[in-house]
């Protein structure tokens, strides 16, 4: 708690003149900025370039292994169970999540510009706020299916039917959903006069506070101390999830059935530890290390490196996954023959 407050002290208004003329300064400067201005992510052009195509690279691969994983749990048979449909669920929210943020960046490194429409940083930031809670909401879905599968096998068909799946996943979109229309809204209907320029490289929730002058902005401060105590319960409902679940496991007689189930734990664990790890270093890092420099490099660690990496971790040691890649390339290549 200490730590968030340290992270929005800068956010206090730095004059105390009249309620009357603050407020009507910040309407007039709030209503005319018609653009924001991101963060360049380099000073020279050839840098610029470079970043572009950087960007690119990881952009493409991204699309790559969310799009493989996507088709290849919608498209075989045997991987329609729960925990195939939430990972399908995860990399569509990773595809959305990166590609909220970084084309916008690449355009911007391309065509040497850092301009962003006013509509623009809105809709960024209600997409960003929306995909990423929803991928933690996901994460959070996926440890309950974990524990079922392990310490409830007898009852997983009926805890984790269709319909319940279905129901999950939902609730894990919708809760995204009104997290970001809550902060969005909130967030720009703050009056704003310190200038247009956000100090990150795309539209971000703490960086455009900075920007307002008015006290109003401690609603959305109180928005996101709740947002913190619900990620807080979610993580202290999958940590539990797990103790049950390594309880479980060490109880096994098999040391087959143990390395089983360990290995369908480890990759949800491994995306788990990615995702938590970059937000928690993203908002909760002690502000008297906070430098634009460090700042964007975390602000990649968490928006760009786990949609990559996901992928990746599920279908490194995951022998259904690579057999379905197989049969589905090998349809592929006997329709063209």
């Known amino acids: 708690m200490n730590n968030l407050v340290m992270l929005f002290q800068p956010l206090l208004p730095q004059w105390t003149p009249s309620p009357g003329t603050a407020d009507a300064v910040a309407t007039a400067n709030s209503s005319s900025i018609s653009k924001f201005l991101l963060l360049a992510l380099a000073d020279t052009r ?40 939430f990972l399908l669920n995860l990399a569509l929210l990773d595809l959305g999540c990166i590609s909220t943020t970084l084309p916008k960046a690449m355009a911007n490194a391309l065509w040497h510009t850092r301009d962003i429409s006013h509509a623009g940083c809105i809709a960024q930031t209600f997409l960003f706020v929306f995909l990423y809670s929803g991928e933690y909401s996901i994460l959070t879905v996926m440890s309950y299916d974990r524990y079922v599968a392990i310490c409830k096998p007898l009852h997983y068909g009926t805890l984790l039917g269709s319909r319940a799946c279905a129901t999950m996943a939902a609730a894990a979109w919708a809760t995204g959903a009104l997290f970001a229309l809550l902060h969005t809204a909130n967030t720009f209907s703050l009056p704003l006069c310190q200038g247009n320029a956000v100090d990150e490289f795309f539209c971000e929730i703490p960086q455009i506070l900075k920007l307002s002058c008015s006290g109003s902005y401690l609603r959305e401060f109180g928005l996101l101390v709740f947002s913190a105590f619900i990620f807080f319960a979610c993580f202290v409902f999958i940590v539990v999830s797990y103790v049950q679940i390594f309880r479980a496991v060490l109880r096994m007689p098999s040391e087959q059935g143990r390395h089983k189930a360990f290995s369908t734990c480890l990759p949800h664990l491994a995306v788990l530890s990615l995702f ?12 008297s290390i906070s430098s634009p420099s460090l700042d964007l490099v975390v602000a990649v660690l968490y928006t760009v490196v786990p949609p990559v990496m996901n992928p990746v971790i599920y279908s490194m040691r995951n022998q259904e996954i690579k057999q379905a890649l197989r049969t589905m390339f090998g349809d592929i290549l006997l329709w063209h023959q």
């Open 46 to 85: 050839q840098l610029q370039l470079l970043h572009f195509w950087l960007l690119l690279g990881i952009y493409l691969a991204a699309l790559l292994g969310n799009g493989l994983i996507s088709t290849a749990v919608a498209c075989d048979h045997r991987l329609h169970t729960p925990m195939y449909f």
């Open 276 to 287: 938590v790890c970059s937000s928690t270093l993203a908002y909760l890092k002690p502000p």
